[in-house]
């Protein structure tokens, strides 16, 4: 059975690799690994490849950057060119990306069974342009792998039929459990000059707080303000540094020796900063998860969240109104030893690849 997987962008690498590298083992499949290119440069994608010991793309198709429309436009006309050639039995996605809803658009028109991981998932704001993503790949793939019980909600209050859905836990935390020994080996803490639980760690990129200058001015404010009690790392996502530039507000930052600004780090880098900080200020999707595996306090800035069981049984807090005394009041309560404590979701256990596996075997007979 000939499946291809889809990589695009730097959070599909955690998902995929644990099943691409358990199908390369597998006797009844064929795996082609895809990269779309919509990370393309080496700090938000090769060395993903490298710390996940995952072979080099089969095909890589090379999109880059432009706006919504453009990128999956070019991703959908190039993916259809190797659907046409490989004659695949099934396309494999996961996330929520351009890359994912593209390339299932592509193959479910082909003819060819598609399988998304990480079905489910719901913020329920559609002014995100993931959440269309997850609900135009769910509601045309046959094989729904979902990562936490809200996403079983989820879909059957949508009508989608049990035969289809799979609860097999999830897959990130695969990856998480697979690398920390190498991670632990990472000497990212002394290049930064940093000890342990003695910073905390940023990512920031979503445009809600990173476009806005009202809300970006305020981030950067706290930031500064936090950095006065304990150093603060932040690997900076592209976007953000040319938008934190072009708005002038990266003064005060550079010439703070308590703020490190950093380019985006490779996994096994950040993976160790993860586990070692005092807590997490993010925006990110899968670092809601990571940090609730590890028992690690996690700041979200977001209205809202797609994966709530990080707040309603993970070490989580959503932040849902960006106002610098609410963050730094949350920031104080951890740093006085008020902090959350949480558990981890069922089947996040680092097996949730070879249960996705056995199904897809199952399905050849």
Known sequence: MKIINVVGAR????????????????????????????????????????DLKMP???????????????????????????CLEQKPDMVLVVGDVNSTVACTLVAVKLGIKCVHVESGLRSFDRRMPEEINRLMTDVVSDYLFVSEES??????????????????????IDSLVNHIKSADRSK??????????????VTLHRPSNVDDTKNAKILVDTLKTVSKQLKVVFPIHPRTLKNFEAMGILKGFTDNENIKLTDPLGYLD?????????????DS?????????????????????????TVTQGTNILIKELDKKLILKHIKDILDGRVKKGTVPKYWDGKTAQRIIKILEKSQK
């Open 56 to 82: 080099m793309p089969d095909i890589y198709l090379n999109v880059g950057s432009g706006s919504h429309a453009v990128q999956t436009a070019k991703i959908m006309v190039e993916f259809e060119k190797v």
């Open 270 to 282: 950040f993976m160790k900063l993860m586990k070692e900080s005092r807590f997490l200020l993010t």
């Open 151 to 172: 996403g079983m909600t989820n879909l059957k209050n949508e009508g989608v039929p049990k035969s289809k859905v799979f609860h097999v836990g999830n897959v990130m």
């Open 11 to 50: 959070p599909n690498f955690m998902k995929i690799a644990p099943i691409h590298n358990l199908m390369l083992k597998s006797k009844k499949i064929q795996p082609i690994l895809v990269h779309t290119g919509q990370h393309y440069d080496e700090k938000m994608s090769k060395v993903f490849f490298i």
């Open 285 to 309: 999707g899968g670092i809601q998860e990571e940090t609730t595996y590890l028992g690690k306090p996690c700041l979200t800035l977001r209205e809202n969240t797609e994966r709530p069981s």
């Open 188 to 201: 990212i803490m002394k290049e930064l000059g940093v000890k342990k639980e003695e910073f905390c760690l």
